[in-house]
């Protein structure tokens, strides 16, 4: 049975050869749904002889946690973009179309590596909402800016959005992306290992970098943030509090912190007011033991190089998905509410200096003025505003 399920696994994984990202997906499918029927109780060296003679010819085209994860997880991955994988379920064409779901922008821990009921299931059930879940390995808030991702921003009924890791992002020296150019070697290296080999040979240019990013970062946000017309909220998880790193930390140490590497308490501080609310979750490191889906059993997952492994201290645990819906759920409830009244009427966006502001008609045509944030300004600072007419909290005279 084995040798026929390795046959399989090899005729959908060299099926994707050359083609598009769609069809990676199908194969992807295809290979996982061929894994579950046919696997029995799986050795170690049935699992490894799985990825050797199947997923690791489709992580070597297309990488995606899927390849390594096959006995664990069914992501059931599919693409709205032709150009990136994502977790299933897709919501219909239908839902689509009509802006009924919920969209989920972030990484692997919005994705929910490891987790079959991750927090993207949790939360479709809990609002009887499909759920678009556009987290991928290793993303940058950048990410989602992609045009052909955009629409799906701007037709969301609400958008959450991950505080991303700081080192996915780059700038022009070093482009953004996992790996870029260490430009001592000319060699292709992961972003963390060139920003550190900067930091052991040049601590003063590494503190220059290391501003550029958190800077490109910041604007990327403001851009993310600027093309989400609906609710939106900003959703932190991490096992760290937000003023437990710092980039002055960095500097002395070394240390470029948890994730979401490389964010400190004031980058946090500069882009949650860009979001309607903004939602922390903290959580524990215990590590991850996973079960099989074919057996019920402890099984490992298999590292990129073919080893196998049975735990993990960097994703979030299985008891964090319901920590997630848990802290979002009273803030999702209020935004969903919002969005409905908010749909027929007319919104502006007036950009200060400093901070960006939502003016909204009421059902009387008067313009309600209140910050991204959902608190009103101070009155004093309301009467400050440049001048493109005279601004008051609950109505505006020309």
């Known amino acids: 049975m084995t040798k026929n399920l390795v046959q399989n696994l090899n005729e959908f994984s060299h099926f994707a050869c050359d083609t598009d990202v769609e069809e990676i997906a199908l194969s992807y499918r295809h290979a996982t749904s061929a894994a579950t029927m046919r696997c029995g109780i799986p050795t170690d060296a049935t699992r490894q002889s799985l990825w050797k003679n199947g997923f690791q010819n489709l992580y070597d085209q297309f990488p995606h946690y899927q390849a390594q994860d096959f006995e664990i997880v069914d992501y059931d991955l599919h693409s709205v973009d032709g150009e990136n994988l994502f977790r299933g379920p897709c919501p219909s064409a239908e839902d689509l179309k009509n802006g009924r779901y919920i969209c989920l922008v972030g990484a692997a821990q919005l994705l ?49 959005v991950q505080v991303m890791s700081g080192r996915s992002i780059g700038c022009d020296e070093y482009p953004c992306g996992w790996k ?42 403001h851009a993310l943030a600027s093309a989400i017309p609906g609710p939106k909220m900003l959703l932190r998880v991490s096992p760290r509090g937000p003023g437990e790193w710092s980039a002055e930390l960095a500097t002395q140490t070394g240390n470029f912190g948890t994730f979401p590497q490389l964010v400190g308490e004031d980058t946090y501080a500069q882009i949650s007011p860009l979001f309607d609310q903004s939602v922390e979750v903290v959580h524990d490191l ?101 001048k493109a007419g005279t601004y008051f909290l609950g109505e505006i005279l020309s």
């Open 112 to 160: 929910g590596r490891f987790h079959s009921d991750s927090f993207q299931h949790k939360l479709a059930r809990k609002f009887n909402l499909p759920v678009l879940n556009l987290s991928v390995p290793a993303a940058g808030p950048e990410f989602a800016l992609s045009p052909k991702l955009r629409p799906y921003l701007e037709n969301a009924q609400l958008t959450i």
């Open 286 to 386: 215990l590590g991850t033991r996973f079960l099989s889906r074919f057996t019920g059993l402890p099984c490992p997952f298999v590292e990129p190089t073919g080893a196998l492994s049975l735990s993990n201290r960097y994703y979030p645990p299985q008891s964090t998905q319901d920590q997630l819906l848990q802290a979002v759920a009273p803030v999702v409830e209020t935004l969903l509410s919002q969005e409905c009244l908010s749909q027929p009427v007319r919104t502006a966006i007036l950009n200060t200096a400093d901070r960006p502001f939502v003016f909204e008609m009421d059902e009387k045509g008067h313009l309600c003025f209140t910050t991204l944030s959902g608190k009103r300004p101070e009155k004093a600072f309301v009467n400050s505003l440049p």
């Open 180 to 221: 870029t150019t260490d430009l001592t070697t000319g060699e292709l290296r992961p972003r963390e290992a060139v920003l550190r080999s900067i930091w052991e040979t040049d601590v003063e240019k590494f503190g220059q970098v290391l501003r550029r990013w958190n800077d490109n970062y910041i604007r990327s946000y």
